[in-house]
């Protein structure tokens, strides 16, 4: 076989199986190939609740899959959760980043806000506005308004809040005396 029919083979489908590894396919051979349909490409879900990442969309937000949600983030801050499931469909909607401390001033503003029942808890840090509530749509832009205002009661630093259990269970492993073996413990005896 020679290089050309490496190249384009009859099929028009770059075959591989001639290259023990990615590394030994020639440049052109790899583009080929991607284009190709037998290379897995992933596909993005459709983004749940759109018309939130439009309204916050002066803050430059950045968003990251999680728990087969979408996080939004504003510089170094998570604010919202986008989600839209199958399962588990009352906590659909759009979650909101707080503490226990700001419940009582957020649900006078959105008496629909309640805990996450999939979390397991009967009270959350993180509250949803439902996606089922008659009023979802103006009530999730309002909380937009929030965070566009910078509201203190929306948002949290990743990590924030649970640095002193991590650091006693880093702390408790540093201080743990190394193990010995039982063959050495005799020879000190």
């Given amino acids: 076989m020679t290089y050309a029919d490496r190249i384009e083979p009859r099929s028009q489908t770059p075959d591989l199986r001639y290259y023990r590894s990615m590394r030994e396919v020639p440049d052109n051979i790899k583009s080929a ?33 999680m728990f087969g949600c979408l996080s939004v983030y504003v510089q170094d801050r998570i604010v919202l959760i986008l989600r839209d499931k199958a399962t588990s469909t009352a906590d659909n909607g759009v979650w909101l980043a707080t503490s226990e401390e700001h419940h009582k001033s957020l649900r006078r503003e959105f008496p629909n806000m309640r805990s996450i029942s999939v979390l ?50 880093k702390s408790s492993k540093a201080l743990k005396k190394p193990q010995t073996s039982k063959g050495s413990a005799n020879r000190q005896k």
């Fill in 120 to 169: 397991g808890k009967p009270v959350t840090g993180w509250q949803v506005l439902p996606a089922d509530a008659p009023d979802f749509e103006a009530t999730a832009l309002r909380a937009c308004e929030l965070v566009l205002a910078g509201d203190p009661r929306i948002g949290k630093v990743p990590g924030e809040g649970r640095g002193a259990g991590s650091q006693t269970r």
């Fill in 33 to 65: 190939a991607r284009s190709h349909r037998f290379l897995p490409v992933r596909v993005r879900k459709p983004v749940p609740h759109q018309f939130v990442l439009e309204a916050i969309a002066s803050l430059s937000p950045w968003t990251r899959p």
